[in-house]
């Protein structure tokens, strides 16, 4: 049994080792995972702005034949005078709010597009850290069985001169 006592360091900081790279790829997927789901949610926000802005101009379309029609009724030109001013201002409201539609939908993809691009950012980040934490526990380990503690070792890794 005594031969085994000086090899446990080594074989915690293995394990630790271990344990930090398992981590370090889990969060790693659940990033990747998460950037998905964001980039699904940027299709859906565009896909619902493209179809609310055809709604729009379907209700463009209704209110501006409505006015014509009730121009007509009243024995008026729907094509002539006071008519085509009204007819105009009421199609430059509706593209407008058409334009405001796609616009809120695009900025609504955006964010999305921006949380994927965090999320992979971070995942990435995990794993590095992992593999970092993985190879600090190596080296403090060898250190440690070496002989050599970590006071001996400056902040840069190079030994400390007495």
Known sequence: MAPVIP?????????SAVGAVMQGY???????????????????ARQEAKMLSQQQDRENYLRLGSIRAAQGKSGGAGDE????DVIGDVAAEGERQ????IRA?????GGYA???SLERASGRNAMTAG???????????AGTSSGVSRSAYNSDFTLKRA
């Not at 090899?7 to 394990?15: F, H, N, R, S, T």
């Not at 005078?81 to 085509?84: A, D």
């Not at 058409?98 to 539609?101: E, F, S």
Request: aromatic letters at 8%; proline letters at 2%; charged letters at 15%.
């Open 114 to 116: 921006a949380t994927a």
């Open 105 to 109: 939908g695009e900025i609504k993809a």
């Open 81 to 84: 005078g006071s008519v085509l």
């Open 7 to 15: 090899l446990l360091p080594m074989i915690a900081a293995g394990v």
């Open 26 to 44: 889990s969060a790693y997927k659940m990033g990747k995972y998460n950037a998905k789901l964001a980039e699904g949610n940027a299709d859906i």
């Open 98 to 101: 058409k334009q405001y539609i």
């Open 131 to 141: 593999y970092l934490s993985a190879g600090a526990a190596l080296l403090g380990a």
